[in-house]
């Protein structure tokens, strides 16, 4: 292969995926710069798609608490690991580093969902060292994934947590959130529910390749006006802003969120970590060709020259001129449109439990979390249309324990 292609797909990008690449593991001292073509034969969907594949996590626990020092929330549940959603500039990609994969195509299409994530969460519940404090669903990958259509994990953890009356925000950029109405909406109307629905960019072609299998920008609109018209408080998340791409949108996104009744709204500026910069360069090299050096210029001047920063509260906003200027205009035209930017509390005051301690109230809006890691066991390649189960992993003869890295 071209050795200009480094980590390359040997089929090219495939239809419906954001990664052009498919990086070697930054733990392991080998990688491959071509994926074979047995395996692109092996994988393909008609079409020249390729197909995702589900994994069981068999964690021993659901509810993580977060210990980063710049996110305002204490806890969180995330029913998947890795994303179909498949958004390029995902933060989260490196954590599928820690389970062997890579942070490129394997993200999009080498999920990890947790099939007994409701009994896991019911059990915690239960213990009485919980006290019942918000937790936010999801910290780290999308809740409403297109795989969750079919397995339904959300759905089932949302049962339990409405029999606690556990108080919870969900964040997402899918409208499958549409489908559990009936189960936030009562939950809502007690201010023990809240939505927060990521929105990039208005631009129908630049979502479709940036954000390939999430909902379209229109589609999340429409779901935050029918979650209002429920009674469910509802933020948009202009997450995350990009210097030099969708900055210029911050007015129009602020405005069309108002007009389909979010009430309140908040931002973050493009993080790179590890290898996520390289896979954003080769999407933007892509894509906006004749702007990607302007972008690239743009990013780093909210990161003092560089693509991306590490340290806790710069990477969240970044710093320098244009940074603090479009945390004004931000803040200027939420003002305007009529969207709260201030933090959202949620008590646990219908906490149902069996905890006795009062929980302090926590900022409940959708920013990130340290990605745990687990013993996983694979129950073969089904692909998203296929709910995960032991009769799964009887059927095909693929179940096995594979490892994670510390």
């Known amino acids: ?69 710049d996110i ?8 998947y690991r890795g994303c179909e959603h498949g958004c390029i500039y995902c933060y989260a990609r490196p954590g599928h580093e820690y389970l062997g994969f890579s942070c490129g195509l394997d993200f999009e299409m080498r999920l990890l969902a947790k099939p007994d994530a409701a009994l896991l969460l019911e059990r915690e519940l239960s213990a009485a060292s919980w006290s019942g404090e918000p937790i936010v669903l999801s910290g780290v990958t999308d809740c409403y994934q297109p795989v969750e259509r079919r397995l339904e994990i959300t ?9 606690f009356k556990q108080p919870y925000t969900i964040v997402t950029k899918n409208r499958l959130v549409l489908r559990d109405l009936d189960l936030i909406a009562p939950m809502a109307r007690q201010g023990l529910a809240r939505v927060a629905i990521s929105l990039t960019t208005l631009d129908q072609e630049l979502a479709r390749t940036m954000e390939p299998r999430a909902s379209s920008p229109g589609d999340r609109l429409a779901a935050m006006a029918e979650l209002a018209g429920a009674g469910v408080p509802v933020t948009v998340m202009v997450a995350p802003i990009i210097p030099g791409l969708t900055d210029r949108e911050i007015p129009q996104l602020l405005q069309a969120a108002s007009e389909h009744s979010a009430t309140s709204a908040g931002w973050v500026m493009l993080r790179l970590p590890h290898q996520v910069k390289e896979l954003f360069i080769d ?10 050096g302007r972008i690239l210029a743009g990013i780093r001047q909210v990161r003092n020259g560089r ?19 479009i945390g004004h205009l931000f803040t200027i035209f939420a003002r305007r449109y ?13 906490w149902a439990g069996p905890g006795k301690s009062k929980p302090s109230p926590v900022w409940d809006a959708p920013l990130f ?15 998203s249309a296929e709910p995960i189960s032991d009769d799964v992993a009887k059927r095909t003869g693929k179940e096995g324990t594979m490892e994670t890295m510390d």
């Open 283 to 292: 999407w933007l090299e892509r894509s906006r060709p004749e702007a990607a």
């Open 369 to 383: 979390e340290a990605i745990q890691t687990t013993n996983l066991a694979k129950v073969g390649e089904t692909g």
């Open 72 to 79: 305002p929330f204490r806890w969180t549940l995330n029913p």
């Open 1 to 69: 292969m071209d050795g200009d292609w480094k980590d390359g797909l040997t089929g090219g990008v495939r239809p419906g995926r954001a990664s052009g690449l498919n990086p070697g593991n930054r733990f392991e001292p080998l990688r491959l710069h071509v994926l074979g073509e047995h395996r692109d034969e092996t994988l393909a969907e008609p079409g020249g798609q390729i197909a995702t594949q589900v994994y069981r996590d068999r964690s021993k626990s659901v509810i993580n608490r977060v210990q980063s020092p």
């Open 155 to 163: 759905r089932d953890c949302l049962r339990v947590l409405g029999r």
């Open 338 to 350: 009529g969207l709260s930017v201030s933090q959202v509390m949620m008590g646990a005051r219908s």
């Open 307 to 325: 693509l991306n920063e590490s340290a806790f509260g710069r990477r969240m906003r970044g710093h320098g001129s244009r940074a603090e200027g």
